[in-house]
């Protein structure tokens, strides 16, 4: 589409040359020379400054698009940036919770077995006619396995409490950055 206008002032320039020469004396002296030149000259000039501008019309064009392909290319690096974050927050809570999980059936299980045992003991205590002694232990035992049990459910809904209050935090965040990168 360019080189239209190109051709365009190329073209008209070269009617104005022939348009001059043909009506140019038949004797070609200095003054008839001048008589030519200053006009091809000014139109010269003219051509030069009218495809300055084309050029200089068609080069901001050209910036424009390409601040504005990186400006694009420039939020679409931002929205799977914050993607592959938020995927890898997700991922790495997801392992944690179930490093957790783990950590905590190991312990609820030596916990379990150690209560068991406690329990067996003042069974055997009660057993064998040591009915103090052994209802000592089985009292001790369970009052410590509800102990442990209420300690392990204030715990879980302090975690949860926590875990609510960062989901509405990042929820809120990321609200906010979607309106700033909107902008």
């Given at each position: 589409m360019q080189i239209l206008k190109f051709l365009f002032g190329i073209v008209l320039a070269q009617i104005a040359t022939y348009f001059l020469i043909v009506l140019a004396p038949n004797e070609l002296n200095?003054?008839?020379?001048?008589?030519?030149a200053i006009p091809l000259i000014f139109i010269a000039l003219i051509v030069a400054f009218w495809f300055n501008s084309i050029a200089g019309h068609h080069s901001k064009d050209a910036?424009?698009?390409?601040?504005?392909?990186?400006?694009?290319?420039?939020?679409?690096l931002r929205t799977n940036?914050?993607?592959?974050?938020?995927?890898?927050?997700?991922?790495a809570q997801k392992d944690i919770a179930k490093e957790t999980a783990k950590a905590h059936a190991k312990a609820n299980f030596k916990v379990g077995a150690s209560f068991a045992g406690l329990l067996g003991v003042g069974a055997l205590f009660v057993f064998a006619q040591m009915l103090t002694?052994?209802?000592?232990?089985?009292?001790?035992t369970v009052g410590a396995?509800?102990?442990y049990y209420w300690r392990g459910k204030r715990i879980e809904n302090n975690r949860l409490k926590e875990i609510e209050n960062r989901?509405?935090?990042?929820?809120?965040?990321?609200?906010?950055?979607?309106?700033?990168?909107?902008?």
């Open positions: 200095f003054t008839a020379f001048l008589g030519i910036v424009y698009k390409v601040k504005d392909d990186f400006a694009n290319e420039r939020d679409k940036a914050q993607r592959a974050k938020d995927r890898v927050v997700k991922a002694a052994g209802l000592l232990a089985i009292s001790a396995m509800g102990g989901s509405e935090i990042k929820v809120i965040e990321s609200k906010r950055n979607r309106k700033s990168i909107s902008k």
